[in-house]
């Protein structure tokens, strides 16, 4: 990802710069690239949270430094000064860094350089708006996120900071009418206000940040403000809250509860308490770090079960899951075919590009090649095609050049190649019988399309704007996310394919066992087919004979099998989860037992979490819920399971 995110408040002591600065740490430590900027120049405080004398800091080029220097600078000169030259760099750890702009050195002269600074003047008269959009598009070249702490209320240097600068703003309020409605206007007049600005920008999404809720002491009254927030910021949730999640439900997540001992003094409760307490202070500001970090694509999960293990990053499971499966699976080489793009995706591909290169991928075709322009670029496709154990596709709105004959626009071809060697995969694989990795199309089709100059041009859904091209294949994972969030879950699945799991199989080669509840014998029965067309043994639990016998069976003749396939179709939810809570424990024995779940029909909620989500300890999530045929279960199921 790379944006702009300014938190503000009406009123002053909510603490929206603690708020921030924990943001800040948290996301630095996930691995974005993190610029804080104290822009509450009246009232600073950033710099006292991340200065502490735990950290080690470089101090700015120009001593003593800051914001204020930075604008003055720039109004005498007219032109944006080298902001590089006047930020701080904060060492959290020996490899976890992020950078800061402090407000300026707080010496005797400090209130008067403030006061003086005369905002009408920089704007009307030194060319403030394009210093200011000169820095702001510097900034999402070199960060991840720039967090932007921002005056309270309503002046000039605040509307820069809800205004022109802001990709995503925080409102940062508490349980009063004066916190939280002078926020709200405060929020809807920034939108209008973005409509008007010389500059193109996207809609300004918004992030609710309820601030010191003491709901443990007055539960009743608590849950009738939680009530009151979800009304009143309906219309700001809507713009990233998937349909099926309340803003309730996003708020129970959000709220940061009052504990008196983080009101004395500047601390990081995420640094002091940690993230895992659902109760504290440090889990509501990960909550808030996940859905920034990946620009709300967390939201559905985040809402439905919170954070784990403190992850700010974006998840690797966000890519959207496609009824012929989804499942991640392991390969042996590293050889990895990166499509010619069409002129639109240009950037996208120099970005991924860099990411696989740096990771030692071998990607093909060379960038320096010259690829033929003609129909001399089918051969050249097909042997590098050949080569790859995976293609990897940027779709824009463009299909690309033409390469003349019959042949289709260069994004489209490529597609077309791509799938016949999904196809020919397969069916070599079904017939030798062997079932090593398979190659598979990887997808980026961004359901927001923006210019060169961040505009948005196009909002689609990803799998229509793919099947612009063609049809999807087996196995396709395609992504609608931000690019940050597609290249990091990219990495994530080819490092899972670098690294195989090394299956120790003796006697269990060829064997899976089918875990599955009683009311699903028949969805059971026909996976059994499946695999077994592709020379898959399949073993059955037991059920009946006492429980303790049955459970001793069963433990028993899943160590003696290679993988896990658990079945779901009628069993309830909570069955369901107890079958996978026996074969994570079993995997804690022996790490390298991998595990299936298999959805079939019935749809159902419970069915769409796991989907979304999949269980601890699932190494792939296989759905049929709806393209249940004899042909979809054979070719996905297989896919699924490792060598």
Same mark, same amino acid.
């Given at each position: 990802?790379?944006?702009?995110?300014?938190?503000?408040?009406?009123?002053?002591?909510?603490?929206?710069?603690?708020?921030?600065?924990?943001?800040?740490?948290?996301?630095?430590?996930?691995?974005?690239?993190?610029?804080?900027?104290?822009?509450?120049?009246?009232?600073?405080?950033?710099?006292?949270?991340?200065?502490?004398?735990?950290?080690?800091?470089?101090?700015?080029?120009?001593?003593?430094?800051?914001?204020?220097?930075?604008?003055?600078?720039?109004?005498?000169?007219?032109?944006?000064?080298?902001?590089?030259?006047?930020?701080?760099?904060?060492?959290?750890?020996?490899?976890?860094?992020?950078?800061?702009?402090?407000?300026?050195?707080?010496?005797?002269?400090?209130?008067?350089?403030?006061?003086?600074?005369?905002?009408?003047?920089?704007?009307?008269?030194?060319?403030?708006?394009?210093?200011?959009?000169?820095?702001?598009?510097?900034?999402?070249?070199?960060?991840?996120?720039?967090?932007?702490?921002?005056?309270?209320?309503?002046?000039?240097?605040?509307?820069?900071?809800?205004?022109?600068?802001?990709?995503?703003?925080?409102?940062?309020?508490?349980?009063?009418?004066?916190?939280?409605?002078?926020?709200?206007?405060?929020?809807?007049?920034?939108?209008?206000?973005?409509?008007?600005?010389?500059?193109?920008?996207?809609?300004?999404?918004?992030?609710?940040?309820?601030?010191?809720?003491?709901?443990?002491?007055?539960?009743?009254?608590?849950? @009738?403000? !939680?009530?009151?927030?979800?009304?009143?910021?309906?219309?700001?949730?809507? +713009?990233?809250? &998937? #349909? %099926? /999640?309340?803003?309730?439900?996003?708020?129970?997540?959000?709220?940061?509860?009052?504990?008196?001992?983080?009101?004395?003094?500047?601390?990081?409760?995420?640094?002091?308490?940690?993230?895992?307490?659902?109760?504290?202070?440090?889990?509501?500001?990960?909550?808030?770090?996940?859905?920034?970090?990946?620009?709300?694509?967390?939201?559905?999960?985040?809402?439905?079960?919170?954070?784990?293990?403190?992850?700010?990053?974006?998840?690797?499971?966000?890519?959207?899951?496609?009824?012929?499966?989804?499942?991640?699976?392991?390969?042996?080489?590293?050889?990895?075919?990166?499509?010619?793009?069409?002129?639109?995706?240009?950037?996208?591909?120099?970005?991924?590009? @860099?990411? !696989?290169?740096?990771?030692?991928?071998?990607?093909?075709?060379?960038?320096? +090649?010259?690829? &033929? #322009? %003609? /129909?001399?670029?089918?051969?050249?496709?097909?042997?590098?095609?050949?080569?790859?154990?995976?293609?990897?596709?940027?779709?824009?709105?463009?299909?690309?050049?033409?390469?003349?004959?019959?042949?289709?626009?260069?994004?489209?071809?490529?597609?077309?190649?791509?799938?016949?060697?999904?196809?020919?995969?397969?069916?070599?694989?079904?017939?030798?019988?062997?079932?090593?990795?398979?190659?598979?199309?990887?997808?980026?089709?961004?359901?927001?399309?923006?210019?060169?100059?961040?505009?948005?041009?196009?909002?689609?859904?990803?799998?229509?704007?793919?099947?612009?091209?063609?049809?999807?294949?087996?196995?396709?994972?395609?992504?609608?996310?931000?690019?940050?969030?597609?290249?990091?879950?990219?990495?994530?699945?080819?490092?899972?394919?670098?690294?195989?799991?090394?299956?120790?199989?003796?006697?269990?080669?060829?064997?899976?066992?089918?875990?599955?509840?009683?009311?699903?014998?028949?969805?059971?029965?026909?996976?059994?087919?499946?695999?077994?067309?592709?020379?898959?043994?399949?073993?059955?639990?037991?059920?009946?004979?006492?429980?303790?016998?049955?459970?001793?069976?069963?433990?028993?003749?899943?160590?003696?099998?290679?993988?896990?396939?658990?079945?779901?179709?009628?069993?309830?939810?909570?069955?369901?989860?107890?079958?996978?809570?026996?074969?994570?424990?079993?995997?804690?024995?022996?790490?390298?037992?991998?595990?299936?779940?298999?959805?079939?029909?019935?749809?159902?909620?419970?069915?769409?979490?796991?989907?979304?989500?999949?269980?601890?300890?699932?190494?792939?999530?296989?759905?049929?819920?709806?393209?249940?045929?004899?042909?979809?279960?054979?070719?996905?199921?297989?896919?699924?399971?490792?060598?």
């Amino acid at each position: 990802m790379s944006a702009v995110v300014t938190f503000y408040s009406f009123k002053g002591g909510v603490g929206r710069t603690m708020a921030l600065a924990n943001v800040a740490v948290l996301l630095a430590q996930a691995g974005h690239r993190v610029l804080a900027i104290d822009w509450d120049l009246e009232a600073p405080g950033l710099d006292r949270y991340l200065t502490a004398s735990r950290f080690r800091i470089t101090p700015p080029r120009v001593e003593g430094a800051g914001l204020i220097d930075l604008l003055t600078d720039s109004m005498e000169s007219r032109e944006p000064a080298d902001w590089q030259r006047y930020t701080t760099e904060v060492a959290l750890s020996e490899s976890t860094f992020l950078t800061m702009l402090s407000c300026g050195k707080q010496d005797a002269r400090y209130a008067g350089r403030v006061l003086d600074f005369d905002w009408e003047n920089f704007f009307r008269e030194c060319n403030g708006g394009d210093i200011v959009e000169c820095w702001r598009r510097e900034w999402l070249e070199h960060f991840d996120v720039t967090l932007i702490d921002s005056r309270t209320g309503i002046t000039d240097s605040g509307g820069v900071c809800t205004i022109q600068l802001p990709d995503i703003l925080v409102p940062v309020f508490t349980t009063n009418d004066q916190s939280l409605g002078g926020a709200i206007e405060t929020v809807r007049q920034a939108q209008r206000s973005r409509q008007l600005l010389a500059f193109d920008r996207s809609h300004l999404m918004v992030l609710p940040l309820p601030s010191r809720f003491d709901g443990r002491v007055q539960y009743k009254e608590g849950q @009738e403000w !939680l009530r009151r927030f979800a009304d009143e910021l309906r219309e700001f949730y809507a +713009d990233w809250l &998937p #349909r %099926d /999640v309340t803003p309730m439900q996003i708020l129970e997540r959000t709220k940061i509860p009052y504990v008196a001992y983080f009101s004395f003094g500047e601390k990081l409760p995420v640094l002091d308490e940690g993230t895992t307490d659902p109760e504290s202070v440090g889990y509501a500001y990960a909550v808030a770090a996940k859905l920034l970090g990946s620009e709300f694509a967390d939201a559905a999960s985040v809402a439905r079960f919170g954070v784990v293990d403190n992850d700010a990053s974006p998840s690797p499971d966000m890519s959207t899951t496609l009824p012929l499966g989804s499942a991640s699976a392991s390969a042996t080489h590293d050889c990895i075919y990166l499509a010619v793009p069409s002129v639109d995706m240009h950037g996208a591909y120099d970005r991924v590009h @860099e990411e !696989l290169s740096q990771r030692g991928y071998a990607v093909v075709p060379p960038r320096d +090649d010259d690829v &033929p #322009r %003609d /129909v001399n670029v089918l051969p050249f496709l097909r042997s590098y095609l050949k080569e790859a154990s995976l293609s990897i596709h940027l779709v824009g709105l463009s299909g690309g050049w033409s390469p003349g004959g019959d042949l289709p626009p260069i994004v489209q071809l490529q597609l077309n190649e791509a799938s016949a060697r999904v196809h020919a995969d397969s069916d070599a694989d079904h017939d030798s019988g062997d079932r090593a990795e398979s190659f598979r199309r990887v997808i980026w089709a961004p359901k927001i399309v923006v210019d060169a100059d961040g505009a948005v041009v196009a909002q689609r859904d990803p799998v229509e704007a793919l099947e612009r091209f063609g049809e999807l294949s087996p196995g396709d994972v395609v992504n609608g996310g931000f690019l940050s969030t597609f290249t990091d879950n990219l990495i994530d699945v080819l490092e899972r394919r670098r690294r195989p799991a090394s299956l120790e199989m003796r006697g269990e080669v060829g064997r899976a066992f089918l875990l599955h509840a009683r009311e699903d014998a028949e969805l059971a029965i026909s996976i059994a087919k499946a695999i077994q067309s592709r020379g898959l043994d399949a073993v059955f639990p037991v059920f009946e004979g006492s429980r303790r016998e049955v459970e001793a069976y069963n433990r028993s003749a899943i160590r003696d099998c290679g993988f896990v396939i658990v079945c779901w179709g009628n069993a309830a939810d909570v069955r369901v989860r107890a079958m996978l809570q026996d074969v994570s424990d079993l995997q804690r024995g022996r790490s390298a037992l991998h595990s299936t779940l298999v959805i079939g029909p019935p749809p159902s909620t419970a069915k769409e979490f796991s989907i979304a989500v999949p269980p601890r300890g699932v190494n792939s999530v296989v759905n049929l819920t709806e393209h249940w045929s004899p042909e979809a279960i054979a070719g996905v199921i297989v896919s699924a399971i490792p060598t």
